[in-house]
């Protein structure tokens, strides 16, 4: 059976990664002063910063269910027997809903996926589901290898200020700390599908080295991949890659987060997704 992957663009695949593995992805709605951009495809994360820092009024929105039946729709007439629909934790957004919903009137069957991860901890398990169903699995077989990366996945951040998460209404547990913010820089890490207070640094390069710390105790002495991904800031992501490659003698991905993680996180950011080597 011919098996399509779809996820959606919190998994910060770049194109590079996309022409590799196959992966379909549908655009989350960044709106910018009322207008409607398609993250990834109209506007980047450079762009939401920028607009961030001038103070412009800038929020996001789930795909709607027509996005998704019409990538579905795509799939199929590419010659998809069935599709497998890798998303973003339900606990911060409701695009895991609007796929389900698409999903009702696809041609062909859709198995719809939560993974409770986001950025390339649901990157690395749309990528290895796609490998799954290349390699011959059956659909429930990529499902349970989905699940299964982004479960044994960690997704670790660091963030300038913790306002940008709290606009958003992604702030979770990490709320705790917004009292004191200003006095500190928070880790943050994504536990249960949602984000959670993780450590906290007085400043920002004992943050950054810190996280560093961190990714390395994650990958526990086991073959990993590993992403950074950052929001303005790449000499910050590019030094901790460096660190990384050297630590765990495994080669490291650095990229900018897309248009609609930027939004949360904020300029300055730097994430570090550890996930099981293929």
Known sequence: MSIAVVTDSTACLTPEMVSDSNVGVVPIHVIVDGR???????????????????????????????????????AADSGAEAILSVHVSAALSGTYDSARLGARDSR??????????????????????????????????????????????????????????????RIGKASAWLGGALRVKPL??????????LEKARTANRALGRLTDLAVEAAGGQPV????????AAERAEAMAQQLREKLTTDVVVCE???????????GCVAVTVAPAP
């Open 257 to 267: 987060v897309t248009a609609v993680m930027g939004v949360h996180v904020g300029p």
């Open 188 to 197: 943050l890490h994504v536990v249960d599908g949602e984000v959670a207070p």
């Open 108 to 169: 062909v069957p859709v198995t719809v996926v939560d993974t409770h991860s986001i950025a390339m901890g649901l990157g690395f398990a749309a990528m290895a589901a796609s490998r799954a169903a290349g390699g011959g699995a059956t659909v429930e077989e990529a499902a349970e290898v989905a699940r299964t990366t982004a479960a044994r996945s960690q997704v670790l951040f660091y963030v300038d200020t913790l306002e940008f998460l709290r606009r958003g209404g």
């Open 225 to 232: 991949q590993v992403a950074v991904q950052h929001l303005q």
């Open 36 to 74: 409607t951009y398609y993250d990834g495809l109209d506007i980047s994360g450079d762009e939401v910063a920028a607009a961030l820092k001038r103070g412009a009024s800038v929020s996001t929105s789930k795909p709607t269910p027509q996005q998704f039946l019409d990538a579905y729709t795509a």
